[in-house]
RNA sequence: GCCCGGAUGAUGAAACAGGUAGACAUACCGGACUUAAAAUCCGGAGCCGCAAGGCGUGCGGGUUCGACUCCCGCUCCGGGCACCA
């Protein structure tokens, strides 16, 4: 058979999978023998459309999965559908379609949306959240965190929507609105399950220090996350004596300012302030403002800061000074102890509130040489590395750790306060209001209160068949889910009707990869042997930096604690991709609404420079106004389908182009241009190993025996390029630049005279490696052009090529001279110069004399195998 | 507001450990081939300057023989902020 001479993308694509798929390929098995890698993309939501973030959070995977199976390495890539969540929901109430029809049809949809990838995945490991096969493990465990006291109920708050009549998440409150109905949002307290997280935040903080294989900034972002301070909590004693709470408690990370202590302000749901607003109508409605506007931070740490006296005063613990009581809009109920000292003069907030409300500002620390002023903040008030006590009688003098050492321990004497440690995550509220979850196996009984479901009463099935109306969860309005009987009494008993946050499913999926058709336990042997040591790398989105992957290490931990696996740490490498963006361009209409034109309609106009000038429309030739660079979506019109350009170039392009265009971990940005040279390349390669395979040399070369030095030459770069796309494969995840420099060897290739008996060889040699090389990007293409250079041997089992140490080795190199830090020249010297002979070749160089004008070297540095730095 | 990133030619980017800034590609310009176009191949090019040379990695300072890289202070853009996934 002759090897075709055109490239067809199509033809070789299906030929390859067919290929694959006969010879189990993507296949993952148990065996001993090789060390195993596990390779894991986060798993989509299956919104119906496969987008380019997918396709390159895949490729990357792939990438990885097929490098690491040609060094020998039992692979394992899975993949599945985190397949709950509110977006069903929302389509159910548009297209009148219940949820799980739409999320099934979309995962088959997805599938096959995916299949034209040519990604190495196991689909027999495939699975889907919203299974009961799958989630019945999840309320299994539910049921054991919940008897070992590490789920408790306890009240949270709510965005409510007074008008739909139902709890809101954060993303449809828009500026403290509802995104349907439009009315004023208000927070609502009500019963929520929590996971205690927070027993596990020393343990979650340690186990940072030993994830060398994330990236340092995800590792940060965690640690502030959970948010480890020692400080001192401390009470105040209330004057009054008709509040049943005499002590009102605070946490301090500052108590060395205490004497400055001029306000105490708590939050306005703390039980204080509903205390004081009993006979205070003002106050009551203070607070009730307060609780308009959504439970968002960011919402909570923008807005306006207000408060109000409750007219209450309490006593300073050391001094026994009456000091006002305060509602504050912003203290947090959730974080501490719902109420804070204010210390105007040394925190800035307390600052600008006192001033708003002319409360007393009294300095208690000072620096060196700096003068304090009421007038306005400096950033020295809040320096505690800077600063010593002063105003504060027997504290003075002492800096920040000493202070807070006697402060504590004068509290502790009276019996008003400790060092405590105080952590900034909060306990995890898993319940949610919504349908399309997995439903809570708690049973309401009012003679034995909230009793798990037995294990032989699992999975609690979640209704398929229902309506969405857009008020409240459709179980709610199902006596025949609800009604039931209590396990432990018999007597009539109400089912849970919430269901569970959708970062449950995702907090343990990649464990059940392992073992996903075990229908007798959660988790078996197999996690031992695909996850030990962690799941060797983990590609997804940096926008999950914090709780999805924090979600998934605690997680894993209580699992470990359940007696199932023997891991604590997931993932030991950790890649976080950039987002895929695209340019947008608009119309406005006449009411000055912008009309978004995908960019594939669109023609870009430049002048000779290349310089984008304008850009028109190719179905009208008419202008658009071009807007800017952003993430691929619906609502700019600017996603490119990746079927569209499959079909046009094939896969292999596609994944060329995004492996190309940035590292990994950058944003991508699209470029049709782009995707054509990719194309082009591929054609290139594919065109050299034809006229390759025309002169009949199937012998590779295997040394530098009867090569000119030009060949030489291009062989030793041939080995340097292996040594870099190693490199950059296995320890940089950075393909980018590994596709740079076979494109570089290509050109040399190009250059080189290979015309000779001896020059064939090598080129047989060249392309064998380039082809593999290649191959964990552009599989397909690496499958043909193999075995037309080797027939009868089947690329996807090959070994990845390995540098010849021999070809590598070099007699001459050249330096740079400089003079002054900069480059003045350079000069070619033998391999093994030292440096005395170095310096002096420098010297003896025309442009270092030129520049060093006459004058004598001060200082010759020289840098091996770089650079020589004349100083005069 | 708080936490974490990013910024380099016309464009995507490279420079991996402080040592040749702009590899590789795209767009552009010129040439070859062609009846012509496409495709392909060859060449050019950071900016200023005829040149010598000077300037140049968001902005302002600093450390160093030497800074895209380290430190201090900003600006703008992006991610996250616990019910989007």
Not at 123 to 141: F, K
Request: with cysteine.
């Amino acid at each position: 058979m002759f090897m075709q001479e055109k490239y067809i993308p199509a033809e070789i694509e299906r030929a390859a999978q067919d290929h694959w798929r006969a010879t189990a390929a993507d296949r993952a098995v148990e065996v001993g023998g090789k060390p195993k890698y596990y390779c894991l993309s986060m798993f989509p939501y299956p919104s119906g459309w496969l987008h380019m973030g997918h396709v390159r959070n895949y490729t990357i995977g792939d990438v990885l999965a097929r490098y690491h199976r040609m060094l020998g390495e039992n692979v394992l890539q899975p993949m599945g559908w985190d397949a709950f969540g509110m977006p069903a929901e929302n389509a159910a109430l548009v297209n009148q379609t219940p949820p799980a029809h739409w999320t099934r049809q979309n995962i088959d949809g997805m599938k096959q949306q995916l299949q034209p990838l040519g990604l190495s995945i196991d689909w027999q490991r495939e699975l889907a959240t919203c299974a009961p096969d799958y989630y019945r493990w999840e309320q299994w465990l539910f049921t054991r965190l919940f008897e070992k006291g590490l789920i408790y109920k306890k009240q949270g708050t709510v965005n409510w929507d007074p008008v739909d009549q139902t709890v809101l998440a954060n993303e449809q409150v828009i500026d403290g609105h509802g995104w349907r109905s439009g009315a004023l949002i208000e927070k609502r307290e009500i019963p929520m399950y929590y996971m205690k997280i927070t027993a596990y935040a020393e343990e979650l903080l340690a186990g940072l220090e030993t994830l060398t294989g994330w990236p340092e900034e995800v590792r940060l972002m965690q640690k502030n996350w959970i948010g480890k301070s020692v400080g001192v909590r401390l009470a105040f004693v209330l004057a009054e004596e008709t509040y049943p709470e005499q002590k009102l408690w605070v946490f301090t990370t500052r108590a060395d300012t205490l004497m400055g202590v001029t306000f105490v302000a708590v939050a306005a749901e703390h039980p204080l302030a509903t205390h004081a607003a009993k006979d205070n109508p003002a106050l009551a409605a203070f607070i009730a403002e307060c609780k308009k506007g959504s439970v968002a931070e960011a919402d909570f740490a923008t807005m306006e800061k207000k408060g109000m006296p409750t007219g209450l005063f309490a006593r300073h613990p050391l001094t026994g000074e009456k000091i006002p009581v305060w509602v504050g809009n912003y203290v947090l109920m959730g974080y501490g102890e719902g109420a804070v000292m204010a210390v105007p003069a040394h925190d800035e907030r307390d600052f600008a509130f006192a001033q708003k409300y002319s409360l007393p500002i009294k300095q208690v620390i000072g620096v060196t040489n700096e003068a304090f002023s009421v007038d306005h903040w400096q950033e020295w008030y809040g320096d505690k590395h800077r600063a010593v006590c002063v105003n504060s009688g027997k504290y003075d003098g002492l800096a920040h750790a000493e202070a807070v050492e006697a402060i504590a321990a004068d509290l502790a004497l009276a019996g008003l306060g400790e060092k405590e440690v105080q952590w900034r995550l909060r306990d995890w509220g898993v319940s949610r209001q919504r349908y399309w979850g997995c439903p809570i196996p708690i049973v309401h009984c009012e003679d034995c209160g909230d009793v798990p479901v037995p294990d032989d009463q699992l999975p609690v099935v979640l209704p398929e068949n229902v309506t969405i109306t857009g008020a409240g969860s459709p179980l709610s309005r199902m006596p025949e889910f609800f009604e039931t009987v209590c396990p432990k009494c018999g007597k009539p008993a109400r089912r849970e009707t919430d269901t569970l946050d959708t970062f449950v499913e995702s907090s343990w999926y990649f464990l059940r990869y392992a073992c996903p058709d075990n229908d007798g336990a959660m988790l078996d042997e197999r996690v031992d042997y695909w996850c030990a040591g962690g799941i060797d790398q983990y590609i997804g989105g940096i926008e999950h930096a914090i709780l999805h992957l924090l979600y998934a290490r605690f997680f894993t931990r209580l699992v470990r604690d359940a007696g199932l696996i023997h891991l604590s740490e997931p993932f030991k490498n950790l890649l976080t991709q950039g987002m895929v963006v695209a340019p947008t361009f608009y119309r406005l209409d006449a009411g000055g609404k912008k009309h978004w034109i995908n960019p594939a309609e669109v023609e870009v106009k430049t002048d000779e420079h290349g310089r984008p000038v304008g850009a028109t429309a190719k179905a009208d030739g008419q202008p658009v106004s071009i807007g800017g660079i952003e993430k691929m979506s619906k609502s700019k019109n600017n996603g490119i389908a990746p079927q569209t350009l499959i079909d046009r170039y094939g896969a292999d392009t596609v994944r060329l182009f995004m492996m190309f265009a940035s590292p990994p971990e950058q944003s991508l940005e699209w470029s049709d241009a782009g995707v054509e040279g990719a194309f082009r390349f591929l054609r290139r390669v594919w065109k050299l190993a034809y006229a390759h395979v025309g002169r009949g040399v199937t012998a590779a070369n295997s040394g530098n025996a009867g090569l000119t030095e030009e060949q030489k030459s291009l062989r030793r770069k041939l080995h340097q390029t292996i040594g870099k796309v190693r490199n950059d494969y296995g320890r940089r995840l950075q393909f980018n630049t590994a596709i740079a420099a076979i494109m570089e060897l290509l050109n040399a290739c190009d250059r080189t005279d290979l015309s000779d008996d001896a020059g064939g060889a090598l080129a047989q040699e060249l392309l064998e490696a380039v082809v593999l090389m290649l191959f964990p990007i552009v599989p397909h293409i690496g499958q043909a052009l193999y075995a037309e250079l080797k027939p009868g041997v089947d690329a996807a089992r090959a070994a990845f090529p390995q540098a010849d140490p021999a070809a590598l080795a070099q007699d001459e190199i050249e330096l740079m001279i400089q003079v002054g830090g900069k480059l003045r020249g350079q000069i070619r010297i033998p391999a093994n110069a030292d440096a005395a002979a170095i310096e002096a070749a420098a010297l003896a160089t025309k442009a270092a004399r030129k520049f060093m004008d006459g004058k004598p070297a001060k200082k010759v540095i020289v840098v091996p195998g770089r650079l020589v730095n004349i100083v005069v």
